[in-house]
C-alpha cells in the first residue's frame, strides 16, 4: 500500500509548486502547511532528496541554540561580520539584507524543523576561516544524527544515496576522527561505537544511515507524515507566465503533458548545472567536466534557465563547491581528499611547475578555486611511505599501497622524488627544492608560504598526535607516492539572484512576481566563498524557509 497523500493528488491546482526535493523543499511545504495553504514538492528522479542526499548533510546555521544554547558566544552581528570579511569584494553584488535574512532566519527555522520533529545535533565544526574576525572555532554547523531508513516503510528505496556512500553507520563529524583511528584513543573509540553499531545492524536489521540520507530521510519522513505531495517522475520542462508573473509550470505526470497551477507561487529549488555540458562550457573555468561532479544526476541546470528565460538575472556562474578529488584510470571516482587527506602530515599539493599554491588544510572550494588560478589542473599530491602507513587515501585503507593501484598507473610511486617528477611530467629541479622548504617548515613548525596549520579548522583535519604543528610532516622517507588531483564539485553555487525573501529579480533589480529561488538554483548568499561545513544545504533549507512566509504573508 502506498502512504496517503505523499505521491497522489487529484488537483492541479496549488497554493506553491516547490520544484526540486532538496533541503529547502520540505521547510517550505510545511510552512505552507501551518499556514493553512497547500503545497507540492515535484521532483524529476525517482528518488527524493536531490544532492542535499548526496552530501555530508550538515547545515551552516550561525547563532543556533543548539551550538550556542545561553546566546554569548554568537549574534547575528558575529557572523555578518565574518561573512563579510571573508567573501570580500564578491559580497558586493549581494544585497545586505538577503545575508541579513540568513543570520536572522536561520535559527529561527532550525527551530521551526525541531517542533515539526526534525533532530540536530552540534557537529563541533570549526568554520573554515576561524581566524577571520567573527569566525567560531565550533557552533555554527549542524548535523543530523543516524536515521533507520526502515522507518520510511515502503518509501525506503526512495530515498536518494550518493553511489560512493558506504554503508557503514557513521555521520560526517565520525568520519573525520575515524581518520586518524591509528594515531589517537577518540579515533579509536569512535571506531569501535561504528563497529558496534554494524553488529546491531545485522542483528535486528537496522538501516541506519548518517550524513545526508540521514538528514533527508527525517526530513522525507516528516513529509510523509504531515501528507505533503511529493511527485516523483515529474520533470517540470517551463515555467507559465501570464502578465509578467509566474503563475504555474509545465511538466510531465504520469507519462502525460501537464500544467500545474499556483496561486501564490513557484519555488525553483532544483540544483545548479554542474551536469550540463553546454551551461558548464559557457560558464565555468576551464578546463570542466561533466565527470568530475559528484553531484545526482538530476542537476542539469534547465530550471536556472526556466527562470532566465522569464527574466530572471544570474551571478556567480563561473563557481561551484569546488571538491578536489582523485579518479581511477577508468573514470570513477577514487576519493575526495581535500582536506582530509591533504591536510594530514608528510603529504603537500603542487602544480606541473612543481611548486606549491595553497594551503593544503583549506577548505575545499578555496584548494579548488587555488587550483585555477594557479593552473593546476590536475593538480599532484605528493606523500611519501609514512603518510600512506598512518593515514587513509581516500578509499584506500592505510598500509603498503595496493599493488593494482600502482599497475594501473593511479598512484605513481618511485623510490626518488626526481623519478616521482618524471612519471608525473612536474619539474624535477623544482618540485626537489619545494619539498625541501617544506621539510624545513615541518621541523619548525611554522609554514611560512600558506600558514598551515594555523587555524582551529586547519587542526580539526590535521594528526593532534605530531608536534609541534599537528598539519606539517616532512616527506622524507621513500617510496615517495603521487596522485593528480582534479576540481571535482558537489555542485554549482551560481543561478538566479534573489533578495531577502528568496524572490527571483531581474538585471534591473525589479521582483519576478511569483517566482522564488533557493538552494544551488539560485545565486550564492555566500558569494565566491564557503565559510563552514553547511554552507550550500543551509541556505537551501533557511530561504526555502523564508521564501515560503512570504509567499503565505506570513512574515
Known amino acids: 500500500m502506498k502512504p496517503r497523500g505523499v505521491e497522489a493528488a487529484a488537483t492541479q491546482e496549488f497554493d506553491f509548486i516547490i520544484v526540486g526535493s532538496g533541503g529547502g ?6 510552512v505552507m502547511k501551518d499556514q493553512g495553504k497547500t503545497a507540492v514538492i515535484i521532483e524529476k528522479l525517482p528518488v527524493f532528496g536531490g544532492t542535499s542526499a548526496y552530501s555530508g548533510g550538515v547545515i551552516w546555521i550561525p547563532n543556533n541554540h543548539i551550538g550556542n544554547p545561553d546566546g554569548s558566544k554568537d549574534s547575528p552581528e558575529r557572523a555578518r561580520r565574518y561573512m563579510d570579511t571573508l567573501a570580500g569584494a564578491s559580497a558586493d553584488t549581494i544585497i545586505p539584507q538577503r545575508r541579513d535574512a540568513y543570520v536572522r532566519g536561520g535559527p529561527e527555522m532550525v527551530r521551526f524543523l525541531e517542533a515539526k520533529g526534525m533532530k540536530f545535533l552540534d557537529a563541533e565544526w570549526p568554520d573554515y576561516h576561524d581566524e577571520m574576525p567573527g569566525g567560531r572555532p565550533s557552533g555554527r554547523s549542524l548535523s543530523a544524527p543516524l536515521f533507520n531508513a ?6 525506503a528505496p526512495r530515498l536518494a544515496q550518493y553511489a560512493m556512500t558506504t554503508d557503514i553507520p557513521m555521520s560526517s563529524p565520525e568520519a573525520v576522527h575515524l581518520f586518524v583511528a591509528k594515531k589517537t584513543w577518540r579515533g579509536k573509540v569512535i571506531a569501535a561505537k561504528i563497529a558496534g553499531r554494524i553488529i546491531l545492524k545485522k542483528l535486528f536489521g537496522r538501516d541506519l544511515r548518517g550524513a545526508g540520507p540521514a538528514l533527508m530521510g527525517r526530513l522525507f519522513q516528516i513529509a510523509r507524515r504531515e501528507q505533503i505531495p511529493v511527485w516523483t517522475d515529474t520533470p517540470v520542462h517551463d515555467l507559465l507566465v501570464e502578465e509578467g508573473r509566474v503563475v504555474g509550470v509545465r511538466c510531465m505526470r504520469n507519462g502525460q503533458a501537464a500544467e500545474l497551477r499556483a496561486r501564490l507561487g513557484v519555488l525553483i529549488n532544483a540544483g545548479g548545472f ?18 568530475w561532479t559528484q553531484v545526482n544526476p538530476g542537476d542539469t541546470g534547465e530550471m536556472i ?22 579518479f581511477h584510470p577508468d573514470g570513477s571516482i577514487a576519493g575526495f581528499h581535500s582536506p582530509n587527506d591533504f591536510a594530514k602530515p608528510h603529504c603537500i599539493v603542487v602544480g606541473k611547475d612543481g611548486r606549491r599554491f595553497a594551503n593544503e588544510a583549506s577548505g575545499y572550494m578555496e584548494m579548488g578555486q587555488r587550483m585555477y588560478a594557479a593552473g593546476a589542473v590536475p593538480a599532484w599530491a605528493i606523500f611519501d611511505s609514512r603518510h600512506r602507513q598512518t593515514y587513509p587515501w581516500g578509499t584506500i585503507m592505510p ?4 599493488k593494482k593501484h600502482i599497475e594501473s598507473g593511479y598512484l605513481k610511486q618511485s623510490d626518488t622524488l626526481a623519478g616521482l617528477a618524471t612519471r608525473c611530467g612536474i619539474d624535477p629541479v623544482q618540485l626537489s627544492a619545494t619539498v625541501s622548504r617544506f621539510n624545513s617548515f615541518a621541523k619548525a613548525g611554522v609554514d611560512k608560504d600558506f600558514g598551515r596549520g594555523e587555524s582551529a579548522y586547519n587542526h580539526y583535519y590535521g594528526d593532534p598526535t605530531v608536534k609541534p604543528n599537528p598539519n606539517l610532516g616532512s616527506l622524507e622517507k621513500a617510496p615517495f607516492y603521487a596522485v593528480a588531483i582534479y576540481p571535482s564539485d558537489v555542485g554549482t553555487a551560481g543561478g538566479i539572484v534573489a533578495d531577502e525573501y528568496g524572490r527571483a529579480l531581474r538585471e534591473d533589480g525589479s521582483v519576478i512576481e511569483g ?16 565559510p563552514g561545513a553547511g554552507s550550500s544545504i543551509g541556505p537551501s533549507m533557511v530561504f526555502g524557509y523564508l521564501s515560503a512566509r512570504h509567499a503565505a504573508g506570513a512574515n
Not at 534557465?305 to 582523485?326: C, K, T, V, Y
Not at 598500509?399 to 595496493?402: I, N, S, V
Request: charged share 20%; proline share 7%; aromatic share 10%.
Open 25 to 30: 523543499s520540505v521547510p517550505a511545504a510545511l
Open 150 to 155: 526502515n522507518e520510511l516503510g515502503d518509501w
Open 274 to 291: 554542474s551536469r550540463n555540458r553546454e551551461m558548464r562550457e559557457q560558464y565555468q573555468p576551464k578546463p570542466t567536466s561533466v565527470d
Open 305 to 326: 534557465q526556466a527562470a532566465m528565460r522569464a527574466g530572471g538575472a544570474i551571478d556567480f556562474m563561473n563557481e561551484a563547491w569546488w571538491l578536489p578529488s582523485s
Open 399 to 402: 598500509g603498503r599501497a595496493p
Open 515 to 530: 517566482l522564488y529561488v533557493t538552494g544551488n538554483s539560485s545565486a550564492a548568499v555566500m558569494g565566491r566563498c564557503y
